[in-house]
């Protein structure tokens, strides 16, 4: 029988932590899918098949800023904001946008 008094539950650091909420990437799925898209399908840089409605956004510790992108439409729009709350709010617009 085992004792269960003593073990540890170890969580993942927070960089590997990911939500995906009705659609929306973050964290590390986000930055992913964001990568694959620039890179392309197959070498033909087709973002409308594999892809197509994924947005999202995540921070990059490289520029130090966030990076949001919606691909909802198939033409991936791309932009660096200062803050999460900026990335969500263009994230919201695209979908009211869409939703005209």
């Not at 510790?61 to 991936?76: E, K, M, T």
Request: hydrophobic share 35%; net charge negative; charged share 25%.
């Amino acid at each position: 029988m085992k004792n269960t008094k003593h073990e540890k539950h170890v969580l993942p650091p927070p960089s590997l932590k990911t939500l995906h909420l009705n659609g929306l990437l973050l964290g590390d799925q986000a930055a992913e899918c964001l990568y694959h898209l620039i890179a392309g399908e197959r070498g033909s840089r087709n973002y409308v098949f594999s892809k197509f409605n994924e947005y999202g956004y995540f921070y990059e510790p490289f520029i130090r800023r966030w990076i949001v992108f919606d691909n909802r439409a198939g033409d991936c729009y791309v932009e660096v904001c200062d803050t999460d709350k900026q990335a969500a709010k263009i994230l919201e617009d695209g979908e009211q946008l869409l939703a005209a």
